[in-house]
């Protein structure tokens, strides 16, 4: 496997009238890569995360040198008196919050038969409360153009080991993402899920074996990386993809059309 690229090359006039981005769980993995992404193209993004002061340093200071600024945000994203807040700062600097993409989770790996409730319930809170707690407030704050977009997983609709927790909320937040994208379509805000299998993370790769034996089997000859998500999410950012209405987006190299 090849390590994820050190940042993007910046591409300007993605987002020329600068836009303004909140990214959940952006620290570190597929978050940071989609708040470097939003950041490259011009956006000033908000980079949310829930515990290392560290991870959040090192991800603002990794990309100082792009196009667009960054705020790191600490704070538990699935408490409503948090989410409230955010919103408030974010129209208070800035007037108006034109992308949020939700990317934070957690793992906790169990099997059905031997659940583990309240880690299984804080996993599906963390994936559903930062948009039911925000929608009538991301209504209010996301002009017209307003995208809204969840990371979800193949455990959404595949039964994989150890994954019940993280699998059952993201079968949950994409069925959100159908709701919420009806009831915010007149507002004029698109609601959408990106959807991936195992990432390459490079040397943080997680089950390094069965890695291996899925890059093999992607048409695309690799596994995903980060940045390939992060492409994805920008493309939905773009006005051209008005149109793309409480959709998940499977971004994996083909690697689910393999049986």
Aim: hydrophobic share 45%; with cysteine.
């Amino acid at each position: 496997m090849n390590a994820p690229l050190a940042h993007h090359t910046p591409r300007p006039g993605l987002f020329p009238d600068g836009r303004i981005a909140l990214v959940t769980g952006a620290s570190r993995g597929l978050g940071r890569a989609v708040a470097q992404r939003l950041r490259a193209g011009g956006c000033h993004v908000y980079l949310n995360y829930a515990h290392d002061d560290d991870a959040a340093a090192e991800a603002v200071e990794a990309v100082s040198d792009l196009p667009g600024s960054t705020t790191p945000v600490k704070g538990d994203i699935r408490s409503e008196e948090f989410l409230t807040g955010l919103l408030d700062r974010v129209r208070d600097e800035h007037g108006q919050l034109d992308i949020l993409v939700h990317n934070a989770a957690t793992m906790h790996p169990m099997l059905p038969v031997a659940p583990e409730v309240t880690p299984l319930f804080d996993e599906i809170a963390l994936a559903l409360n930062p948009l039911l707690h925000g929608a009538a407030g991301l209504a209010k704050l996301m002009p017209e153009g307003g995208r809204i977009i969840a990371v979800s997983g193949n455990g959404a609709f595949e039964v994989i080991p150890h994954y019940l927790a993280t699998g059952v909320a993201k079968a949950a937040l994409e069925n959100l993402v159908r709701y919420l994208a009806v009831d915010l379509a007149p507002f004029g805000i698109t609601v959408n899920a990106v959807s991936t299998h195992l990432l390459d993370k490079g040397e943080h790769t997680s089950n390094p074996a069965i890695a291996g034996l899925l890059a093999a089997r992607t048409p695309n000859g690799r596994l995903t990386r980060p940045e390939d998500v992060a492409d994805v999410i920008a493309l939905l950012c773009a006005p051209e993809a008005a149109w793309i209405q409480g959709q998940v987006i499977v971004a994996d190299g083909g690697l689910g059309l393999r049986a």
